[in-house]
C-alpha cells in the first residue's frame, strides 16, 4: 500500500525545521505588535497558509455550548466566518475538538467524519491537516490547513501546527475574541448548595473550605530568540524541581511514609525521563521559549494518550501533568500555591487531577479531603491520600461548581460531595461524625477481647493489605495476622521490575513489621486491567477478567514467577512463609506453580540459605472450574481462601468492574451461599482450613452469613475488623446454622433481607 501514498505528493514541499522556525519567528512578530484580537488572528492565518503553501488555513473558536466557530479563514468565503458552526464531534473539525487530537487526511471527503457546509466553498479541497487548540486541558479551538489535491502531510507540518495552535490558544485566553465568561460554567447558580455525586477514591468523611487547585500558568512568551539561554533556563528549573523532589522524599521518609516515599521515587525517576526531556529541549531548539516547550511537549502527549483507555497509562499521564506543571512553576521562579499562609485551616482540595508529589505539597495537617475531576483508586495520589486517610470524591464537573472557599463536605464513603451544604446536611455530617468517633471507640474497646462468638465459636479476623503502610493497622485492629497480601500493589507503584534483591527486601521489610504473626503472600495478580507497563501485554482483549491474567501471566513467564517465589523465601529465610497462588483454574495449574517453588527451594537450599522454618502453599477459590476438582485438589493444598470478589463475577458471569452488572448478583444469593457451604464441607473433611477474603468477609451482614455456613476464618481490610468483631461477638451460631438450614434450597434473588431479620430477632449487631 506504501505505493499508493507514495505517489500522493507532500503538502508543503520544503517546509522543514527551518520553515517551521522562520514561521514561528514572524508569529512573534505578530503576537507582539499591534491590532484586536480578531485582527492578529487574521494575520495569524494569513502567515500559517502562505508559508505553509496551503489553500486554506482557518481558526475555529470554542463558544458557549460547545460550538465550534469559523474565526478566521484564508481560502475559504469570508461569508462563512463568524457564520459557520459545528458542534463539538460534528464533521472533521468537531472530531479533532472532540478526541483532542490533531488529525492529517490526504482525502478528507472520504472520511466518515467529513460533514459538507455548502456556504465555506468547501468541496474543492481534498486535504487536510488540522489541530486541536488546547490550553488548560481543555479544547478552545481548532487550526486546519488544507490542499486542494491530495497531499501527505509531514510531521514537522503537524508539529509546526501545534505549535502555532498553543501561540493561538493565548490569543483566545486573552479573552478579546471570546468573553471568558461565555465559555465559562453555565452550571448551578453559585451560592445555592449543591450534591456532586461521583465515585470514591478514598473512603471517609470530611470537612473544610474549597481551595482551588490551578497549576496552569499562562504562558506570555512562546517564541524564543535565544534557544541556549532557554536550554540554560530548562536545566536550572530542572535542578531546582529535582531537589524539591528531593525534599518531598525526605520529609515522607521523616513521617515514616514509605509508600509515599517509593511512589515519590518513582516520580523522580519519570523526572529524569530522557525521552521526556530531549523532546523538551528538541521543541527548544526548533524556536520556542522553555515554558512553551514544556507544554507543547505535555499536550502532544495528551493528545497522543487521550484515546488510550488502560487505567495504569492514564495514570502515569496524570503524573506527567503533575511534572510537567512543577517544572512550569520552578521555570516562572513562582513556590507552589500550596506554600500559601492565607490557604483555610480545613482545606478541602478541588483539582482536575493531582499528582501524589502536589497532594504531599499541601500541609496535611490541614488537608481533610479532595475532590478530583479525573482519578482512579488505584492512582498515585489516590493510594497517598488513603495511606494519610484523607478521603478523596471523584466528581466530574467539581471545577465548575465549586467556588473558592466555599464549605465543602467529602462523603468518600459514598462518592459524593456537598457544595454550600445546608443547616441539615451540615448537622447530618456532625452527627454522623460523632457516630463514627462513638463507633471508634466501641471498635477500640473490643480490640484487646476475643474473637469468639456469643456461643464460644472462635473466629480468625485476618487482614488484607497491599502496602507497607497497611501493616501498622495489624496490631491496631488485633487481627490474628494478614491473610491476604495482595503483591501486586507496589508492583503497580513502579515504573520498572523490581529485581530480586528489591523484592526481597520488601517482604522481609513486611515481615519484620508484623511480629510473628502470619502472612499469607498472595503471587502476582496482574493482567485485565491491572497491566504492568514492564510486561508486555495482550492488546486489547475483550474479556480481560477472562483474559491473560494472574497465575497465567507467571506460568507463561516462569521467570517472571520464579523471581518472585525466590524473593519470598530469601526473606522468610529462617521463618514460616505461606504463598497463594491467584486464579488457578485446574490442578494442573497449580501443579505447575508448585513445581516452579520447588525449584527455588532447591536452588535456595543449593545455595546454602536457611530454608523457611515452616512452608504452607494454598491458592485462591476464584474460578468456579476448581470446585469441581476439589478431591484431586485438596490433598496438594495447606490451606484455601476464596476470593469471592472474582469468584462472584463468574459465577454469575457478571463483570465485577462493569456498575450496570457488578450490583446486579448478590453474594448472599442461595446459588453462592450453597455452593461455599459445600466447599467449606469439603475442606472440613480433608482437614484443610479455609478461608475467605473478598469484599463480602468484610461486610457485617455477609460475614454473617459466611460464620453460619461454617467459614471460621474471615480476612477483610482494616477498617472492617470492628464492625465485622462487634456483629460476631454479638452472634449465636447455632441459632444462625438452624435458621439458614431452611434457606439454601430457596429460589430468592438474595438471602439479604432475610439474614437481615434474623439479626434484628436475635440481637445481632450488625
Ligand atoms: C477476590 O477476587 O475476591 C480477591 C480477594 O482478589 P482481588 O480482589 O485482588 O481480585
Ligand atoms: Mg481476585
Redesign the pocket.
Known sequence: MSGVLGDIPAASPGFDGAASRRLLARLRDVMAGSGSGQERLDKIVTLIGMEMGADVCSCYVMRAGEVLELFSTLGLNQDAVHNTRLRVGEGIVGDIAGHARPIALDNAPSHPSFAYRPETGEDPFLSLAGVPILRGGKVRGVLVIQHKDRRRYTEVEVETLQTIAMVVAELVAQGELVNPQEVASTGDPALLPARLSGTSLASGLAMGLAVIHRPQLTIRQMVAEDAESELERLNAAIATMHSAIDDLLNAAALAGLSEPKDILETYRMFAEDRGWLSRIREAIRVGLTAEAAVQQVQNDTRARMSHLTDPYIRERLLDLEDLTNRLLQHLAGRKSEADGSTLPDEIVLVARSLGPAELLDYDQRRLRGVILEEGSPSSHVCIVARALNIPVVQAPDALTRIEPLDPVIVDGDHGQAFVRPAEDIQMAFAEAVALRARKEQMYEAIRALPSVTRDGVPISIQLNCGLLIDLPHLKASGAEGIG?Y?TEIPFMVRSTYPDVRAQTDLYSRILDQTDDKPVVFRTL?VGGDKMLPYIAASEGEENPALGWRAIRIGLDHPSLLRQQLRALLRASSGRPLSVMFPMIAEVAEFDAARRLLDLEIARLEGQGFEPPSRLRVGTMI?VPALLWQLPALLPRVDFLSV????LTQYIFASDRGNPRTSGRYDPLAPAMLSLLRRLVEACGDAGVPVSI??EMAGRPLDAMALIGIGFRSLSMSPPSVGPVKTMLRSLDVAALRQYMGGLYQRGDHSLRDKLRTFAKDHGVII
Open positions: 491476604l495482595r495478580d476464584e476470593g469471592s470478589n472474582d477474603c473478598g
